[in-house]
Structure formats: structure tokens, C-alpha cells
């Protein structure tokens, strides 16, 4: 038997053993997923609503505890962390209203009837990254359950622990055994299993582009369907007309939230040459003023990284050679600490402007025009998110629509809620997730004509 040590990110120390989920075990979650799949599709819209409703209160009642999990295991900073967990909530409450809106049509044919209905795809196997434990996982095991699909989820290595009790509490509320399982375990493990067992009809991943690449491969040898959500190098593109006390004020938030560890994060600021200098004075406060530290506290707005060596990978972004504008602080003593970093790069090939860092370090360029930013912001392969300062109502919507990117926010950083569509252009992802249609990435359209 495989066991991993879950460890503190703030204080290194280990919070629990667990034991890893075998390959056979793995498969044997699977079928006893399928086997559940006969009765849970049958179970009447109105109660499976209900069923996910209680699942809802039961994360509710214990936000707290969920959310004092994931500091531990994850090093979020409590506030964060009490978002996420209700963010959960919140989505699983939306998911409730789905079994009964799940509608078909009724198209206008000759001699007869033709109706069309979005049928439950079987098992649906959900990968999450260490990031977002949470919210990651509820945006794929809502809907899912809720169209009325069983799932397997398999938590990041790091990061298992919330998304085993997610687990319990859906047993709790009276989903039924089978319906929703955790499968803690290796990607190579576990995750390889969803990819590769016939009867996982859906792979819904989250992580990095690398391995999105490869499990859409995977999926391709069953023609399997496949959600990715994957890396992201957004840009937070402030021009001269904007209220440059806010940008500034707000930019550190809009990368260096959750330490950086964020797809969304707007590690790339491009700012109008005219405003350059001045952007940077007013950024600076900014970002010395971000409070780094014990993620348990009430006060603190950013916590550690997640591990020893995912530090060592983004200090290697910071070489002796870059040119570092200024940095924030860091606490003494044990933890993954890294500083909020602020660099001018020199050219538009450095690697901290093409490769998603995923730490707290951000990189400012200048830019000319609006159409200057607009090829600056896409000259990536990613296109996640990203956001757009200005006073000027044309410019922000031409913008908006010349960025390519799934997630766009004008004069805020905002890119999640859970009844707008989220997801990435390029190689940012495949497939939405949340938002009005968020039922239909887990069903298959069945037309059926009845002769009359
Ligand atoms: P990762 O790709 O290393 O791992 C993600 C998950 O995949 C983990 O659970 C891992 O165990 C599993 N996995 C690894 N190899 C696998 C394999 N061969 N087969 C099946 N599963 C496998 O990513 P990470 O380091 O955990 O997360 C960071 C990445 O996630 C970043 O690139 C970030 O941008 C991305 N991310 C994207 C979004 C989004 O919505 N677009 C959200 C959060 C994170």
C-alpha cells in the first residue's frame, strides 16, 4: 500500500498520512459508479434536486471546517478559503436547479413527433489541480451529478483532504453510496485510470497544459469527451485614460491572489507607454502593502506556496540577470514562502512573458496604442482571462472582443461566478464549465421521431 504526507505549506509540518488509491481500487470505483448510474438516473428531477440542495447545506454547516482544511492543507489564507467553500455551496445549489430545467425541444416535423432529450452520459471521472481544491472540483461534480451522472474524483496529490470530506458530506445528505466518490491517488494512478477505462464516459481536468495534452490524447483513443482547463499568462492591460489609482491599487490582487497560484492570474501588466512611470510609483505601495503571512489569520492576504519545490520553480523565474522592479515582504522561518515580485522583463521573449510562473511574480510592459495592447495581450498561446482599465466605454468593449481570451473583466479583476460560462481560448482549455449551459457539457442530445 502507497501512503503520501499531507504537509502544512505555512508551517511544514505534516498534517495527516493518507493512503493512495490503488489502480484495482480504482477500477472497482469505477464500476460500482456505473452500477449506481441505473438508479441515479431514475431518481425523480424534483428529488435529485432536493438530494443536492441537502448536499449544499450540509457544506454549509460546515463551511468552517472545510475551510480551515484547506488552510492547512493548501496554506489559503482563511478568507479565501471561506469564499471557497462557499463557492461549493453556492455552485451545488445551482446545480439543484438543473434536473428540473433539464429541457428538450419539440421540433416541427411532417408526419409525426420529434422530440429531443439531453441524457445523462454515465460515469464522469473529475481530475482537480492543487490550486483550488474546492471550487475546482464542484464545478465538475455539480452539474455532473446533477444531469445525473455518477463521478469519481480524484483530488491533486497535495491537496486531498477538503475533497475528501466533500465526499462524506454528500453521504451524509443522502446521495446515494457510489453516486460520488473521492479516489485520493496519483495522477500516473488514478487519473491514468479515468483516462483509460471504457466505462468513464466524460474526463473533466483541471492542471497544466502539458498534462491536458496528453489526456486528451488519451481520451481520443475511446473518443472520449473531455473538459480541459488549463495554464494561463493573462493580461491586465491599463491604458492612459484609466483610473490609474484604482489599476494600480487593485493589480497586485489580480495576480498575486492565492499567492499567484491562480490560472487566472494577470501576471503580465501592460501599461500605455504615456503612464508608464507614473503606474509603476503608485504600484509599488501596492504591492509592499500586500500582507503576507500566517494564512490563518484574519488580516493576512497572502499565503505561502504550496511546496519546497514548486517555490524552487518559480524562483527560477527571478534570475540574476532579470531586472526586479521591487519586491513585497515574506515572513522569517519555516514555509514556502516567496515575496509579490515585480519585474521589467527585457524582451518579449523572457520566459517569465511566455510561461505561466504560477507565483507571485508579475511582469510589467510597456505599450503604444490600443492596438498595440491588444497584440501584446495575445501573443501567448494561452487565453484565459484578463482585464482592461479605461474611462472609455468603446475602447473597453473593442478590446474586450479583440482579446482572445475566455474571461474578460473591465476596471476590476473578476472572473468567476458560478452562473457565468468559464474557460479558455487557445491552448488555455477546451469545453465551458459553470454558466447557464453548464448541464449540457455532461449530456448527450438524443433526437428521437415518433410517427404519428
Ligand atoms: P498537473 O497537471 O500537474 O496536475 C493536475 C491533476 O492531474 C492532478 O490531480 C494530477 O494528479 C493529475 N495528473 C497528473 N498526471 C496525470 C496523468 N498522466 N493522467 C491523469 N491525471 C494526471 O497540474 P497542477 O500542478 O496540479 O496544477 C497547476 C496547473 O493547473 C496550472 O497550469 C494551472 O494554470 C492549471 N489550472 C487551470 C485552471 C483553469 O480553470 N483553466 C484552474 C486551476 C489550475
Redesign the pocket.
Known amino acids: 500500500m502507497t501512503t503520501t504526507q499531507v504537509v502544512n505549506p505555512a508551517t511544514e509540518q505534516v498534517v495527516t498520512t493518507l493512503e493512495l488509491v490503488s489502480a484495482a481500487e480504482t477500477d472497482a470505483a469505477i464500476e460500482r459508479a456505473q452500477r449506481a448510474g441505473a438508479d441515479w438516473r431514475a431518481v425523480a428531477p424534483g428529488d435529485r434536486a432536493r438530494l443536492l440542495r441537502r448536499f449544499a447545506e450540509a457544506v454549509d454547516a460546515n463551511l468552517e471546517q472545510l475551510a480551515q482544511l484547506e488552510v492547512a492543507n493548501a496554506g489559503h489564507t482563511i478568507g479565501n478559503a471561506r469564499w471557497e467553500a462557499g463557492n461549493v455551496r453556492d455552485v451545488l445549489h445551482f446545480a439543484a436547479g438543473i434536473p428540473e430545467r433539464l429541457l428538450g425541444n419539440q421540433i416541427p416535423v411532417a408526419g409525426g413527433v420529434d422530440i429531443t432529450f439531453h441524457e445523462p452520459l454515465g460515469v464522469v471521472g473529475v ?6 481544491p474546492m471550487p ?1 472540483a464542484a464545478w465538475g461534480f455539480g452539474p455532473a451529478l446533477a444531469a445525473g451522472n455518477t463521478v469519481v474524483l ?4 497535495l491537496t486531498p483532504l477538503t475533497a475528501i470530506r466533500l465526499g462524506e458530506l454528500a453521504l451524509e445528505a443522502g446521495v446515494p453510496e457510489g453516486v460520488f466518490q473521492v479516489l485520493p491517488g ?3 494512478v488514478v ?2 485510470r ?2 483509460t477505462h471504457p466505462a468513464v464516459r466524460k474526463v473533466v ?8 495534452k ?2 486528451m490524447a ?1 481520451c481520443a483513443r475511446q473518443v472520449k469527451r473531455v473538459t480541459l ?4 499568462k493573462s493580461a491586465n492591460i491599463v491604458f492612459a485614460d484609466a483610473d490609474l489609482e484604482r489599476a494600480a491599487a487593485t493589480a497586485p490582487y489580480g495576480v498575486f491572489d492565492n499567492a499567484g ?3 487566472c492570474a494577470r501576471s503580465r501588466i501592460l501599461v500605455q507607454r504615456s503612464v508608464f512611470d507614473r503606474f509603476l510609483e503608485l504600484l509599488e505601495p501596492a504591492v509592499r502593502g500586500v500582507r503576507v503571512g500566517d494564512p490563518s489569520a484574519e488580516s493576512t492576504e497572502m499565503g505561502p506556496l504550496i511546496s519546497a519545490a514548486h517555490r524552487a520553480r518559480v524562483a527560477s523565474f527571478v534570475e540574476p540577470s532579470t531586472k526586479v522592479a521591487f519586491t513585497g515582504t515574506q515572513p522569517d522561518g519555516p514555509g514556502f514562502w516567496y515575496p509579490p515580485t515585480v519585474v521589467l522583463p527585457d524582451a518579449p521573449s523572457d520566459r517569465v512573458l511566455t510561461e ?1 510562473v ?1 507565483g507571485p511574480v508579475v511582469a510589467v510592459v510597456p505599450f503604444e496604442d490600443e492596438a498595440d495592447a491588444v497584440r501584446i495581450a495575445n501573443d501567448t498561446e494561452y487565453g ?1 482571462s484578463g482585464s482592461i482599465w479605461t474611462n472609455n466605454v468603446g475602447r473597453a468593449l473593442r478590446v474586450s472582443r479583440g482579446v482572445e481570451a475566455g474571461n474578460l473583466s473591465v476596471n476590476s479583476h473578476s472572473s468567476v461566478r458560478y452562473w457565468t460560462p ?3 481560448f487557445k491552448q ?2 477546451l469545453g465551458r464549465e459553470l454558466g447557464p449551459d453548464a448541464a449540457l457539457a455532461f449530456t448527450e442530445t438524443k433526437n428521437v421521431f415518433i410517427a404519428t
Open positions: 481530475i482537480v489541480p492543487w490550486n483550488f475546482i480524484k483530488p491533486a496529490e496519483k495522477g500516473s487519473g491514468r479515468f483516462v481536468f483541471t492542471g497544466s497544459t502539458e498534462v491536458g496528453e489526456i488519451g482547463e488549463l495554464g494561463g497560484q491562480d490560472c505561466e504560477f484565459l468559464f474557460g479558455g488555455s482549455g
